[in-house]
Nanobody, 126 residues
Framework: VQLQASGGGLVQAGGSLRLSCAAS????????LGWFRQAPGKEREFVTA????????YYSDSVKGRFTVSRDNAKNTVYLQMNYLKPEDTAVYSC????????????????????WGQGTQVTVSS
């Protein structure tokens, strides 16, 4: 499975951005799609995940209520709508996919994902 993330950019605090992650290849083996982010000098952090078939979602507490993940299976694309952005949301955002379902704690663990796309930079100015 190949993943291509896009949609990053520079936005002022309080603004919005929508990221996309397009999957190609053996997309039928993609069960869960996750978004992670990594800020300079910090560890990679789970943001959100969505089950491809059911649409069940998982969010980190830091983005719950501000970010929304959705999927369009016909387009093999997952979206991350980010609203009310804060400077602390500044990071490189990457998408990843698992070839199996996951329990909640597994969905949060980046090392449980099998394929990763390149990241897209999101910068939120104050």
């Amino acid at each position: 499975v190949q993943l291509q993330a896009s949609g990053g950019g520079l936005v002022q605090a309080g603004g919005s951005l929508r990221l996309s992650c397009a999957a190609s290849g053996r997309t039928s083996s993609s069960y869960v799609l996750g978004w992670f982010r990594q800020a300079p000098g910090k560890e990679r952090e789970f943001v959100t995940a969505i089950e491809r078939s059911s649409g069940r979602t998982y969010y980190s507490d830091s983005v719950k209520g501000r970010f929304t993940v959705s999927r369009d299976n016909a387009k093999n694309t997952v979206y991350l709508q980010m609203n009310y952005l804060k400077p602390e949301d500044t990071a490189v955002y990457s998408c990843a996919t698992r070839i199996s379902y996951c329990l909640s704690y597994e969905c949060h663990a980046g090392n449980s994902y099998n394929y990763w796309g390149q990241g897209t930079q999101v910068t939120v100015s104050s």
